[in-house]
């Protein structure tokens, strides 16, 4: 496990120039890569215990550090504006992550995003507004951010195609939505707004929803991750 220098702190936003820490395959010799966004009040050390879970060989595991360990301040349900600059600087560290594992020749289509919690949310933002071929998509607790989910906004702000073509966004990206119906932080109607919204950008989407879980990460969601990541190097 290292630590690399994130993005330069003049790139404005709070969690630019926070390390990006790393594990695994070094990305250097890495075939795939799995991107790990912490929740509040957690780390990027304490992500990567998800990630070597699921960990394959070949796969490089890239987290990045959220400054004062949250990526945005209020709930996720709330206004947008009410969440910056951090909201806008988490979606650029993860863009940073991506970056930097396509810098060392792991192309987006071999880099899976995860997130957990408030990470869960700003993966599945970041997916929804950057919409492209990934390796793969996992929110676990977590979807999409603001008042509403709405796919128009969504589609227009990626200028994604929507009409059921296939040439534009996901473009039948694998993702993987895990939630408890009774989850205190995160509605089930929003979970199910954020399958809605990833499936009519062009996503293949599993979505399982957990009786009487809480908040936390389960064996089974660990198993679907696990094959997910194993066909990144298959």
Request: hydrophobic letters at 35%; a negative charge; glycine letters at 14%.
């Amino acid at each position: 496990m290292s630590s690399e220098p994130g993005s330069s702190p003049d790139e404005s936003g709070p969690h630019q120039g926070q390390p990006l820490v790393t594990g695994g395959t070094p990305l250097e010799e890495a075939d795939a890569a799995t991107v790990l966004v912490h929740g509040r009040g957690a780390t990027a050390r304490s992500i990567l215990g998800i990630g070597t879970e699921v960990h394959r060989e070949g796969v490089a595991l890239l987290a990045p550090q959220a400054a004062g360990n949250e990526w945005y301040p209020n709930s996720f349900l709330a206004p947008v504006e009410s969440n910056e600059p951090g909201r806008t600087s988490g979606l650029r560290a993860v863009a940073d992550a991506i970056e930097a594992a396509g810098d060392a020749g792991v192309p987006s289509e071999r880099v899976l995003i995860l997130g957990f919690s408030q990470g869960g949310c700003l993966a599945s933002e970041f997916v929804a507004r950057t919409p492209r071929r990934y390796g793969g998509i996992v929110a676990l607790s977590g979807g999409l951010i603001g008042e509403s989910a709405d796919l128009e906004e969504y589609a227009s702000d990626a200028g994604a195609d929507t009409d059921g073509s296939g040439d534009a966004g996901l473009e039948g990206t694998l993702a993987f939505l895990g939630c408890s119906d009774v989850d205190p932080h995160i509605p089930l109607e929003r979970v199910h707004e954020t399958t809605r919204v990833l499936e009519a950008l062009g996503a293949d989407v599993t979505e399982r929803i957990y009786e009487g879980m809480g908040h936390g990460v389960n064996e089974d969601e660990l198993a679907f991750v696990a094959g997910m990541v194993e066909r990144l190097v298959d």
